[in-house]
């Protein structure tokens, strides 16, 4: 055994040299184990993709992205209601005694005092606020619908009678008199939210360039 062989740990070396076992360990890898190494780092990385897609697709349009909260809905989501009625308008409808489809300021008012006569009562010529509130729920379908009893409590003493609910109703139904004829028809108990109409015009001018 020569010196060199004796010095690196190796017995019965043959003559013409000797791998050491420094020159063994870092020797390179296997190409297997390097291919090993490269598939399983690529399918760590597909799974961490797949997870975050989920996460992505459920964030709301627009979260986080204040340009997104102004955007058009789609074309094939329905357009939002821009006509509508409001609950004294629906009340003032349903007076039309003769079934014409006309309201005179006379059936409104004889309507007013039906719909007085009909609510529970502590005092027979007036009511409560509290009372009011039974009327408005009963009649216009909501105890906090207008008219309030703030603005309708004229003389203020908590107290509503029943001149006092046909003053107010009287100006309710002159603010929908229109062309002032002091009849109303159905398209005068009609409010247009002009706000959503113009989110329909936008959708509508899509739906127009795309065809």
């Known amino acids: 055994m020569t010196e060199e062989a004796a010095q690196l740990g190796y017995a019965n070396a043959p003559k013409g040299g000797y791998r050491s076992r420094a020159m063994a360990i870092v020797s390179p890898p296997p190409k297997r184990l390097v291919m090993t190494l490269l598939l399983a780092g690529s399918a760590v990385a597909g799974l961490t993709g797949l997870a975050v897609l989920p996460a992505m697709a459920q964030r709301a349009p627009g979260a986080g992205d204040p340009a997104g909260a102004g955007r058009i809905p789609p074309i094939t989501q329905p357009p939002s209601a821009t006509i509508m009625a409001e609950p004294v308008a629906l009340f003032i409808g349903s007076t039309d005694a003769d079934g014409d489809a006309r309201v005179t300021r006379a ?11 009909s609510i529970e009562k502590a005092r027979p010529e007036s009511l409560g606020y509290i009372e009011l509130a039974d009327w408005a729920e009963r009649w216009l379908g909501d105890r906090n619908a207008l008219p309030s009893a703030y603005e309708t409590d004229t003389d203020g003493d908590n107290r509503i009678t029943l001149s006092e609910l046909i003053a107010q109703i009287d100006k309710t139904f002159t603010r929908f008199d229109r062309n002032k004829d002091d009849v109303l028809v159905r398209s005068e108990l009609l409010t247009l939210d002009s706000a959503r109409g113009n989110g329909l015009d936008q959708r509508g001018q899509r739906r127009r360039e795309q065809q």
């Open 107 to 117: 059936e409104m008012r004889a309507g007013v005092t039906r719909s007085f006569a």
